[in-house]
């Protein structure tokens, strides 16, 4: 089966850059979304076919792809940033995947 | 705006079945398929499965066909997921969310439904 690769955790000061990696086989070839989720709340799509920015989210959340690793940065971090982050593509023989998610606590 | 309104928390026994319902507006029903996405307590998120609104055809997670069937009806733009012989490790948020195809994103998500499996 597919597996999607993050990081377990991210620490980042206020003001400063995070950066979520999500590693996969050939993830260069997929489309790429992320997610965030708060505690206790549903989760949130922030970036979508890689790079697109859903309305309503702040232009500080980005995405890239670069290999077989796609990247959400998030710029001038807040810290209402404070979430788990996840990936998310489709495979053709998994169906929908989901990465292992990232936790990022701003310091 | 678009709303996905789910049923509320439910308390099952091992062996039990269990039926969620997600109620959709806001938009267009049968344009969207639902996806359904489970997250155990402190756990990720895992897909189990869509269902495509307009026809009713069905893929499921290859760890939960035989025991997850999804169903709607267009009448009532309301989605529904049903576990059956639940088990304790079945015990997670279950979600809807909103998608357009199988490599599109998950646009709008239900609020989630607790599902606690208990003797």
């Known amino acids: 089966s597919y597996v999607l690769t993050q990081p377990p955790s991210v620490s980042v000061a206020p003001g400063k850059t995070a950066s979520i990696t999500c590693g996969g086989y050939?993830?260069?070839?997929?489309?790429v979304h992320w997610y965030q989720q708060k505690p206790g709340q549903a989760p949130v799509l922030v970036i979508y076919?890689?790079?697109d920015r859903p309305s309503g989210i702040p232009e500080r959340f980005s995405g890239s792809k670069s290999g077989n690793t796609a990247t959400l940065t998030i710029s001038r971090v807040e810290v209402e940033d404070e979430a788990d982050y996840y990936c998310?593509?489709?495979?053709?023989?998994?169906?929908?995947?989901f990465g292992t998610g990232t936790q990022v606590t701003v310091l | 705006q678009v709303q996905l309104v789910q049923s509320g928390a439910e308390v099952k026994k091992p062996g039990a079945s269990v039926k969620v319902s997600c109620k959709s507006s806001?938009?267009?029903?049968?344009?969207?398929?639902m996806h359904w996405v489970r997250q155990a307590p402190g756990q990720g998120l895992e897909w189990m499965g869509w269902?495509?609104?307009?026809?009713?055809?069905?893929d499921y997670a290859q760890r939960f066909q035989g025991r997850v069937t999804m169903t709607r009806d267009t009448s009532i733009s309301t989605t529904y997921m049903e576990v059956t012989w639940l088990r304790s490790d079945d015990t997670a948020v279950y979600y809807c969310?909103?998608?357009?195809?199988?490599?599109?994103?998950?646009?709008?998500w239900g609020q989630g439904t607790l599902v606690t499996v208990s003797s």
């Open positions: 998310h593509v489709w495979d053709r023989s998994s169906g929908q995947v």
């Open positions: 269902i495509r609104s307009k026809s009713g055809g069905t």
């Open positions: 806001g938009y267009t029903f049968n344009d969207y398929h």
């Open positions: 969310a909103r998608g357009v195809g199988a490599t599109t994103s998950l646009d709008y």
């Open positions: 076919y890689d790079s």
């Open positions: 050939n993830i260069g070839s997929k489309s």
